[in-house]
């Protein structure tokens, strides 16, 4: 699967999650995700609502990079993001504890 299509999944089911809602208030940032082989992606925080959209956000906090498959993978629990990062083939600017804060949130509402 899509890492925008699996990420899509785990927004929807946080939008439900009142435990989300009450994690995510005044966490307020953007996450921008260009996979590179895929279309680029974005996340924004904003009092408790998440919402992703295709295309490039501005004003990000910080910027995921990596192949569609690593994003996937790392989404899903399937890869450790520390450990892709460590590597090379997972890149981060920015913020990289917001990034960090957000894939802990995200491991909650995996599949």
Known sequence: MKSFELLSEMVEKAK??????????????TFQFNPSDSEPFYVAIKNGDIEISKGKAENVAATISATDDLLSKV?????????????????????????????????????
């Open 16 to 29: 439900g999650s009142q435990e989300a809602k009450n994690e995510l208030k005044g966490f307020d940032k």
């Open 75 to 111: 989404l899903s629990g399937q890869a450790n993001a520390v450990t892709a990062f460590m590597g090379g083939s997972l890149k981060v600017s920015g913020d990289i504890f917001s990034a960090q804060k957000l894939t802990s949130i995200a491991s909650k509402f995996k599949r």
